[in-house]
């Protein structure tokens, strides 16, 4: 049934392989190949194979080549580190195992390893590129350097590469930069400016692995080959919706410190989903991608793109991802990562063609299945009264399926309620024998499926087009910097929010299932709770039923009311609680004075008060500081300044009832006869009645302390004081605190715990006694007020 083929035919803008038709004719000679990383994860897994791959098509094709690995270590460290990749390289497909051998050999022989760490160094490389060839009476026809090192690191090797290793006139230089190319438009911007003081342009290739992959290579050329069909039904009048979705069952270990700094927005939807929407909503160029023509197209989408708000996306973080960013960082275990995992984009253009269809754009990692397509689903107006089942009335789509998943590789499928598409292209098949598969709501029988004969990796590809010169796969300036131009005011509004936490896997159920409400995006789901029989369900806000699908279990903890509940719905009881509290006492008194400590604790609470409580009566709301950490309030680590970012920005706070403490006076942070806790005593007594703040919200650290109350604190030594200085055990080590009689006095205190590492202390509070010397948090016992503890029940029941 398979026909083995090597080479795609390039139809209007396809990526090719050597041996395609259209292959264009680069002059033959020596090429020297340089990998910059090459000992590194990316080079180990795919490139070193992609050259591999590269010098097998090659080897009887007029050229001969030279490959050098590489990297900063000394060449006593790096040579058995590269060598090692080396010999475990596979055979390509199509040769014999004899074939394969030999060809290793000799590909083992052209390899050296060099350390290139300084400018002598590529000085030194570049005097061997140019001697070897000249040694066997070879020209040379063209060097090329792999940049698989980190983004920041271009710059210097562009620099060095143009100092010292260009090649002789007549001769080419190729240079390859792998993805991230900048963190937003600013940056990219930076680095392209950076990059083109030591190279051209033509001598760039951004490469995008996703525009290697086989289907997404043939998105234009089916657009173009099948028009007749395609022109008349392909816009806004016949299409229903685009989905274009890339799921991963993997996590993030082993790549934690960059994706902390990037998250699933940056890794995939700025780039691999974003190219793949411009290919299916583009202009058909007549001469390729990479034309003039294909350029000013694919421009033109994004001129068209409508700018996307806070509303038009969602985002989720897998729970265990933020213990793996504490053991792969060294963070300490208050440490919170907000790094998106998930997310669901909406994206709508505002051209004639495809106004008012919604493209979503959704990737995430620890998902149930990995798999990569993009869906073009079409509008059905047939309504079937007897015959549900009959063929017109079936979905009408066209799936261009990345791989993997259920149906295992990569094809194009068009429902047969549409048309039968043109012939495919060369080294691929039309696949007529079907499984017992399904997909999108059709049998696979319910398809015509086209398919690439052989499976080729992406990086394979797209290395065969460097050495050809071809453009047609890779990211130009313009594109690059319209995309972040694009996404860079979304990732700004999304820069302090809270991703909703899911467990990964099948067991996420549908807590990530996302509906569309006019131009806005949210989940369907509301929260997860525990219902009346038992079982975890997600329930659904405003459906009916939904009232029975919420309950919040409560309780006695430490002789003290308990709220408990998975940590979502647990934060909105607190939020509600709190705005009870707050419309209680601004009907008795006119005002609500509330107290906020600072850490992790409380973050997520924020955003929730911040984004769903409107009626909250914020203009007779005083918001004081539990804690604060002897810094400038100005920097991160500042709790006012985590409040301020989170919460206070978002709210109609008047400016003077936001009461942060002084720790700064006389231009020195919490000197002691600066009296910053007497200046804030004095202004609680001047403006809380009775010193009696109306709620007070505490977090509890893993080792039990409250406030900036930790162990061994003094606390007897504060009296009647309501305001000390503390120290903490972990840097800053200085702290201002409410005292635990400031605290007491309050009318009502809470206590948030959250997560799993909250379990052992949970565990071990339940059983000691009032220990406030060794536990502070014990010494919280209200004199008059009450006390509620709120633990989710990760912490209760681990």
Not at 27 to 49: I, N
Not at 83 to 99: H, M, N, T, V, W
């Amino acid at each position: 049934m398979w026909k083995v083929v090597i080479g795609l035919t390039l139809l209007g803008g396809a990526c090719v392989r050597p041996g395609s038709a259209k292959e264009p004719k680069e002059p033959k000679g020596h090429v020297s190949v340089v990998v910059v990383g090459a000992t590194g994860d990316l080079a180990r897994k795919y490139l070193w194979q992609g050259f591999f791959q590269l010098y097998a098509d090659q080897v009887s094709g007029g050229h001969s080549f030279s490959f050098y690995g590489g990297a900063l270590s000394e060449a006593e460290k790096g040579r058995p580190a590269l060598f090692e990749i080396l010999k475990g390289l596979a055979c390509p497909q199509g040769l014999s195992e004899d074939r394969c051998a030999v060809l290793r050999d000799q590909f083992l022989k052209l390899a050296e390893y060099r350390q290139l760490k300084s400018a002598e160094d590529y000085a030194a490389l570049s005097g061997e590129m140019g001697q070897r060839p000249a040694q066997e009476g070879l020209a040379e026809a063209g060097r090329l350097f792999y940049l698989s090192v980190p983004a920041f690191a271009y710059a210097d090797v562009a620099d060095k590469i143009n100092g010292s290793c260009r090649p002789p006139q007549g001769a080419w230089l190729r240079v390859v930069l792998e993805k991230p190319f900048g963190h937003d438009l600013d940056s990219a911007q930076v680095l392209a400016a950076q990059l083109e003081k030591s190279l051209k342009d033509e001598e760039m290739y951004r490469i995008d692995h996703y525009l290697g992959k086989q289907v997404v290579s043939q998105i234009l050329p089916f657009r173009k080959e099948n028009r007749m069909f395609l022109e008349p039904i392909w816009n806004k009048h016949h299409i229903e919706r685009i989905e274009i979705v890339l799921k991963e069952t993997l996590d993030a270990k082993g790549r934690t410190q960059f994706y902390d700094q990037y998250g699933v927005i940056r890794d995939v939807l700025q780039n691999h989903l974003t190219e793949v929407l411009v290919l299916l909503t583009m202009g058909v160029p007549a001469d390729g991608a990479s034309s003039q023509e294909g350029l000013r197209n694919k421009l033109a989408v994004f001129d068209a793109l409508q700018q996307l708000g806070r509303s038009s996306a969602v985002i989720g973080q897998y729970e265990a991802y933020g213990g793996e960013v504490q053991e792969e960082l060294n963070k300490t275990k208050d440490h919170v990562s907000i790094t998106p995992t998930f997310a669901g984009v909406m994206v709508h253009m505002g051209n004639a063609q495809f106004d008012g269809v919604p493209i979503f754009l959704i990737s995430g990692k620890m998902l149930d299945e990995r798999v990569g397509y993009a869906r073009v689903l079409f509008k059905n107006e047939v309504f079937c009264v007897q015959s549900p089942d009959a063929v017109h009335c079936r979905p009408r789509q066209i799936v261009f399926y990345f791989g993997h998943g259920d149906l295992k590789y990569p094809a194009i499928l068009v429902s047969k309620n549409l048309f039968r598409p043109a012939a495919v292209a060369e080294g691929w098949k039309e696949v007529t024998e079907h499984g017992d598969v399904g997909l999108f709501g059709l049998a696979l029988s319910d398809y015509h499926v086209q398919a690439p004969a052989a499976q080729r990796d992406a990086y394979e590809l797209l290395i065969a087009q460097i050495l050809q010169g071809r453009k047609d796969c890779f990211i130009s300036t313009e594109t690059l910097l319209a995309s972040w131009g694009f996404w860079s005011p979304l990732l700004a509004s999304l820069a302090h929010e809270f991703p909703r936490l899911y467990p990964g896997g099948a067991a996420s159920g549908s807590m990530l299932d996302l509906q569309a409400h006019g131009r806005e995006l949210a989940f369907v789901s509301e929260a997860v709770v525990i219902p009346q029989d038992g079982g975890v369900r997600v329930g659904v806000g405003g459906g009916p039923g939904a009232a029975e699908s919420f309950q919040v279990m409560q309780g006695k903890f430490r002789s003290s009311d308990m709220v408990s509940a998975w940590a979502e719905e647990l934060i909105n009881r607190l939020a509600a609680d709190l705005e009870a509290a707050a419309e209680e006492a601004v009907r008795e008194g006119g005002q609500f004075h509330l107290a906020l400590s600072g850490g992790s604790s409380p973050l997520a609470l924020f955003q929730r008060l911040a984004l769903h409580h409107y009626a909250f009566p914020w203009r007779h709301t005083h918001v004081w500081m539990v804690d604060e950490r002897c810094v400038p309030l100005t920097e991160p680590g500042s709790n006012f300044r985590a409040l301020h970012d989170r919460l206070l920005l978002q709210v109609r706070l008047p400016y003077f009832n936001a009461h942060p403490m002084p720790v700064q006076l006389n231009q020195r942070l919490c000197v002691e006869e600066d009296g910053g806790p007497l200046v804030y005593e004095r202004d609680i007594a001047r403006l809380v009645n009775a010193s009696s703040f109306h709620f007070v919200l505490l977090g509890v650290g893993y080792d039990g302390h409250t406030a900036s109350l930790f162990r061994d604190t003094p606390l007897a030594a504060h009296g009647d004081r309501l305001v000390a200085l503390t120290e903490s055990p972990v840097k800053p080590h200085q702290r201002m605190s409410l005292t635990l009689s400031a605290i007491n006095r309050a009318q009502r205190v809470g206590v948030l715990v959250t997560g799993k590492g909250k379990h052992e202390l949970i565990t071990q509070l339940s059983r000691v006694k009032d220990e406030p010397r060794k536990y502070p948090i014990t010494g919280v016992r209200p004199a008059a007020g009450k006390l509620v503890w709120y633990i989710d029940y990760d912490a209760l029941l681990g």
